[in-house]
């Protein structure tokens, strides 16, 4: 593909086009999180950029799939916020897989489970249907037992390659590659193989992972009872293989030099003799420069941007900027309007037809996203209801019924942060006095039953010019007797919304 032939092309289409051309059927995309508190914005980023791509795909390809793996054999080392009430009974459980971690709440069948199901609705409201992948399913069907064998007794070349590619200068004496879960304390985190031959293994639990230690234990394990998880940087290639991944992505931080993605190409190529999926990378999600964090405090929360934001906004929000690049997701009074502008322009282009190289690239993305659930312009809706301050009656007046409702709920919440502009934030007949009365009265009588907007603004115009006037002053005192500000929304569409005999009813008392 030539590099001019990307110009045009959305993030998605172009990985998509170096799949189908490099890569051979099925196409599997892949992603994953362990599920280890609960949903984040950037937990949104791993299963959308890769719901893009497998969209993108299919666009092209029937023999596409989109597999997401929860990696719930992952050691449960911190008690995450929501659960903190119940830090003493989960305390005893540091250190065990997630997955066999009980849910405090009862209402899940495992700590893991209880997060997963959460993700897993998000990604239904998100428009994302993947197959999910459960970790523990996977090993306990044996999946990894044949590559856990081969990691082991080929340990010394692995354990280099994972040495090298990860920049290490060394490499703990007791290295292997499979981490035991302990027989008498279940725990993962605190295991270490003492000895391993021909998929049989002892063990000792006593090692001191700082949020749990080991009970002492020393125990005989066979690959075969799926009693273990392999370590993570050999996890993540074996199930690449097994899985058939094409394509997968990582966040910024997994690309880095010594990086897990190091070690997965090392692997591939040096002990499974493969070219490895095509690895896309992702950037971070910002929030005024800095990196979203939970326990920072920093960016908004999951709860708020679901409240803020129309899903399909949300979705826009993330797909449309380059995916390599850090996305600034930040809501406020100089975001928020422009954000929901360009998404409704980007839905009201048609991505086959002749676009210029930015549009296509929007209709690309918004073909990826939720549709949008409303059909007059934004500005339209906030300018009928800042004039009747009521959702029914916006609706009808823009023949939307339902658009309106919908957007009734964000649109209180912006007006309570403040985030609409002022020229949309009024109380029609809240107003002051003008300074030229007599030339707002002649405006006023200028007005008829049934003119335009575009009559309305023209009268306006012609009016002021006719007395020798600068037009903004006649603009300045109507905004001010209508509203009590020096300026306010183009007046001929305003003037059309709120009714002509209204307003030259209260342009003329104004004037008095
Ligand atoms: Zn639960
Ligand atoms: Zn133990």
Wanted: net charge negative; aromatic share 10%.
């Amino acid at each position: 593909m030539s590099e001019d032939a990307k110009k045009n092309m959305h993030w998605s289409e172009i990985i998509a086009e170096e799949v189908l051309g490099t890569r051979e059927p099925p196409y599997v995309v892949m992603s994953g999180i362990t599920t280890s508190g609960p949903l984040h914005p950037g937990t949104l980023c791993e299963f959308m950029f890769a719901d893009a791509v497998y969209k993108s795909l299919k666009k092209k390809t029937k023999d596409a799939k989109y597999v997401f793996v929860a990696d719930i054999l992952d050691a449960f080392d911190n008690v995450p916020e929501p659960f903190k009430k119940y830090e003493e009974e989960l305390k005893p459980h540091l250190g065990k897989p997630l997955a066999h971690t009980p849910d405090p709440e009862g209402c899940h069948k495992s700590f893991a489970d209880h997060f997963l199901s959460e993700a897993e609705n998000a990604m239904e409201k998100f428009g994302a249907s993947p197959q999910i992948l459960r970790a523990d399913q996977t090993y306990a069907s044996g999946k990894y037992d044949e590559y856990a064998r081969e990691f082991s007794e080929r340990k010394e070349e692995i354990k280099k390659i994972v040495q090298e590619s990860s920049l290490r200068e060394s490499m703990p004496e007791d290295w292997h590659p499979i981490m035991p879960i302990c027989e008498q304390c279940g725990k993962v985190a605190t295991t270490r193989i003492l000895n391993y031959e021909n998929g049989e293994y002892e063990y000792a639990c006593d090692k001191d992972a700082k949020y749990a230690k080991g009970c002492g234990y020393r125990g005989k394990a066979k690959i075969g009872d799926h009693k273990y998880k392999l370590l993570w940087r050999l996890d993540w290639p074996a199930r690449q293989v097994f899985m058939g991944t094409k394509a997968e992505g990582g966040s910024v931080d997994h690309h880095t030099k010594g990086g897990s993605v190091s070690t997965l190409y090392a692997i591939h190529r040096k002990f499974f003799k493969r070219e490895p999926p095509i690895m896309y990378k992702f950037g971070f999600l910002k929030y005024k420069g800095k990196k979203y964090s939970k326990s920072k405090g920093i960016g908004h929360s999951m709860q708020e941007l679901m409240e803020l934001l129309p899903i399909p906004v949300l979705e826009y929000a993330l797909l449309r900027p380059d995916i390599q690049e850090d996305k600034e997701l930040v809501l406020d009074e100089s975001t928020l309007l422009p954000l929901i502008t360009d998404f409704e322009h980007a839905a009201s282009l048609d991505q086959d037809s002749e676009l210029a190289r930015a549009d296509r690239k929007k209709a690309v993305a918004y073909s990826l996203c939720g549709k949008k659930e409303w059909s007059a312009p934004l500005t339209d809706v906030l300018l009928n209801y800042a004039i009747y301050k009521d959702w029914e009656k916006v609706g009808e007046l823009l023949e939307d019924k339902e658009g309106a409702a919908y957007l009734s709920k964000y649109v209180n919440s912006w007006l309570e942060r403040g985030w609409i502009p002022d020229k949309y934030v009024f109380n029609l007949g809240e107003g002051g006095s003008p300074q030229n009365p007599a030339l707002l009265r002649k405006f006023a009588e200028s007005l008829r039953e049934g003119m335009g907007e575009d009559e309305v603004q023209a009268a306006a115009f012609d009016t002021a010019k006719g007395e020798g006037i600068p037009p903004k002053e006649l603009f300045r005192d109507a905004y001010t007797v209508l509203i009590g500000k020096p300026m306010g929304p183009r007046l001929g569409k305003f003037i059309r919304i709120a009714g002509i005999s209204r307003i030259k009813g209260m342009l003329l008392e104004g004037a008095e």
